[in-house]
């Protein structure tokens, strides 16, 4: 393993970034590998530690991404830099619902406010090639999405109730396939029909 993402992983723990858990990013790395994907679009980057994985995986790829907080674009961009990546991973510092790209992605990975999936979905997918994929993290939401306890706090109540919705949304579908893994925090690939 690559010493500096190592170093990105310690950061993101010292400084309580939410960055993909070790599980689920390797299963998507694999995804990527296997699927030989090349071009990718991210939504939400945080401090740019997907985003470099993801990079790694092959030399022909290129990753557009998006990160709104100040803070963690800037340390995105300094680890970008780290890796010499300038050319091949592309960070805005926007919201993403103003972000107006115009080409086509093989892969598109939506990472980003919980609260807000069905309006990410919506907004990109038009972008994704058919036969493309979405992979969305965090469905499990720590496993509060499957719970029959009661939940005490309103705000995450309302974050499991969006979370359950985006997965009916994701089943109910038609010009998508979609299938749920357990793997770190909860993943799904929904795959464009042609
Ligand atoms: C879970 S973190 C991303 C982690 C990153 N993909 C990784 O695994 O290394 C989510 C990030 O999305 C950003 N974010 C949330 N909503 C956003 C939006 N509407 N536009 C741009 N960034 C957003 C947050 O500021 C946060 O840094």
Redesign the pocket.
């Known amino acids: 393993m690559d010493l500096r993402i190592q170093e990105l992983e310690a950061y ?1 723990r010292e400084y309580h ?4 858990m070790k599980d689920g ?1 390797s299963f998507m790395l694999s995804y990527i590998k296997e699927n030989h994907v090349k071009k990718i679009l ?10 470099i ?1 993801m990079c790694l995986v092959d030399e022909g790829i290129h990753v557009t991404t ?4 100040e803070e ?1 674009y800037q340390e995105a961009l300094k680890n970008i830099k780290k890796f010499h990546l300038e050319d091949r991973i592309t960070i805005y510092y ?4 103003s972000l107006d790209l115009k080409e086509e992605y093989d892969f598109i ?1 939506i ?3 919980k609260s ?1 999936y069905i309006r ?1 979905f919506e907004k990109f997918t038009p972008l994704l090639k058919a036969g493309g994929v979405v992979f969305s ?2 469905l499990n939401f720590h496993g509060l999405t499957h719970t029959t306890e009661p939940i005490l706090s309103r705000n995450v109540r309302g974050l499991v109730r969006k979370l359950n919705n985006y997965i009916v949304f994701l089943k109910e579908n038609p010009n998508f396939e979609t299938y749920f893994y357990d793997i770190g925090d909860g993943i799904s690939v929904s795959k464009k029909k042609a």
């Open positions: 993101a970034i939410p960055i993909m990013i991210e939504i939400g980057a945080a401090i740019g530690y997907s985003a994985c998006v990160e709104r907080e963690r926007q919201d993403a619902f990975f990472d980003a406010a807000q990410f993290d965090n």
